[in-house]
């Protein structure tokens, strides 16, 4: 079975350091990979990607995230943090069964 | 243009009725998919549909009986509410089961 797990439920950051979501998955076969963020009362929003390729993968508001085949690992990171980039994030994988398996998320918050 | 849009947005019901949460997409997508975010923002799929096919039924309550009259719409209907059913709901779709999924706005079920 597949799975993703976020080890923090909380990362706080002050603005202008650089940041890192964690996130670590389980899945049979070559994974496909997401990161999501959640503003407050709002749907989600697709961030960013792996599938193949590039190791680095870029994304919308200058995050990116790096995938790690032998650490199963697939952190989000910024260089520069926000204090609107506030939110929570959402780590996910899909199968090509249908079955997509989010993670518990961390909310991240980045002070002034 | 929304993309992704569900109705209604608030949705307050007594135990036992039945109600109907409604999602259009305008993106042009294959898949469309139902989640159940509860209150500790965890995140839980219950359903995904691929051209119209039911593919997932992720051990959801019969209770719970999604419809999907076209690729672009997929419905939720809901007997017999109960107060463990109180959650935000979302629609999602996506253009192929394994790539980001975009996410409505959630529908905000309360069972009183």
């Known amino acids: 079975a597949q799975s993703v797990a976020q080890p923090e439920d909380q990362v706080n950051v002050a603005e202008g350091n650089p940041l890192t979501v964690k996130c670590t998955y389980s899945v049979s076969g070559n994974p496909y990979l997401f990161w999501y963020v959640q503003y407050p009362n709002r749907g989600l929003q697709f961030l960013l990607k792996y599938i193949t390729g590039d190791n680095l993968v870029k994304g919308s508001y200058g995050f990116e995230a790096e995938f790690n085949k032998s650490q199963t690992s697939f952190h989000l990171k910024k260089p520069s943090a926000l204090v609107s980039d506030s939110a929570l994030y959402f780590c996910a994988s899909n199968t090509n069964a249908g079955k997509s398996t989010f993670g518990d998320g961390t909310t991240l918050t980045v002070k002034p | 243009d929304t993309a992704v849009s569900q109705t209604p947005k608030y949705l307050v019901t007594q135990m036992g009725n039945d109600k109907s949460i409604k999602c259009e997409q305008n993106?042009?997508?294959?898949?469309m998919y139902w989640y159940k975010q509860d209150s500790k923002k965890f995140l839980k799929i219950m359903f995904s549909?691929?051209?119209?096919?039911?593919?997932i039924n992720e051990t959801v309550p019969n209770r719970f009986s999604p419809k999907s009259p076209d690729k672009a719409h997929l419905n939720l209907h809901i007997n017999s509410l109960e107060l463990g059913d109180s959650a935000v709901y979302f629609c999602a779709s996506s253009d192929d089961l394994l790539y980001e999924q975009y996410f409505g706005p959630g529908t905000r079920l309360t069972v009183t």
């Open positions: 993106l042009g997508h294959d898949t």
């Open positions: 549909y691929n051209n119209k096919e039911l593919i």
